[in-house]
T-cell receptor, first 113, second 115 residues
């Protein structure tokens, strides 16, 4: 079975540019999570969706960040405009129910110059 | 709000030696507890989880963990470490919101294995 698929794996951009990260969850999973990982702050939950509806976006750092899930098989995390402090690895994860087991993608490493 | 503390940032053990990684949690109700492993450049993979019942849980790759409510701990153990176990290990607690499992992760423990 295909796991959680994220793209791009690596992104290097300049400050002020728009960045879009993409995620395809495991088929049949009804919850999707976006996490950010940095050395300083560890793993932070940014937002999660249940049945395509955003449930909790309290971890989204500021208005420059937005996330959508237009259907059960696709989600995006957008940063506009990007800043150097947004440099991190962004993980998408999905969950089939309330089991607590998250299946993670391999992450998107973002570098903002 | 729930929280997780992993007091050891970095641990080095010799191959074949036993391993224990510490995890302490704070949560008002019965916790759902997890250990995940992250290899370099990879996402996280579930090693084991505790929801209820037997306080000693077995996981993949020969790992086990013991839930001790009195100590608010969920330490990860392995009797004999292999070089391939070198990775970062994360303990996590879940706030079962009823709609989705919202995990709070510890800061991680990086395991180095010497040959």
């Amino acid at each position: 079975d295909a796991g959680v698929i994220q793209s791009p794996r690596h992104e290097v951009t300049e400050m002020g540019q728009e960045v879009t990260l993409r995620c395809k969850p495991i088929s049949g999973h009804n919850s999707l999570f976006w996490y950010r990982q940095t050395m300083m702050r560890g793993l932070e939950l940014l937002i999660y969706f249940n049945n395509n509806v955003p449930i909790d976006d309290s971890g989204m750092p500021e208005d420059r960040f937005s996330a959508k899930m237009p259907n059960a098989s696709f989600s995006t995390l957008k940063i506009q405009p990007s800043e150097p402090r947004d440099s991190a690895v962004y993980f998408c994860a999905s969950d089939s129910g309330s089991t607590g087991e998250l299946f993670f993608g391999e992450g998107s490493r973002l570098t903002v110059l | 709000a729930q929280s997780v503390t992993q007091p050891d940032i970095h641990i080095t053990v010799s191959e074949g030696a036993s391993l224990e990684l510490r995890c302490n949690y704070s949560y008002g109700a019965t916790p759902y507890l997890f250990w995940y492993v992250q290899s370099p450049g990879q996402g996280l993979q579930l090693l084991l989880k505790y929801f209820s019942g037997d306080t000693l849980v077995q996981g993949i790759k020969g790992f086990e963990a013991e839930f001790k409510r009195s100590q608010s701990s969920f330490n990860l153990r392995k009797p004999s470490v292999h070089w391939s176990d070198a990775a970062e290990y994360f303990c996590a607690v879940s706030a079962n919101t009823g709609t989705a499992s919202k995990l709070t992760f510890g800061t991680g423990t990086r395991l180095q294995v010497t040959l």
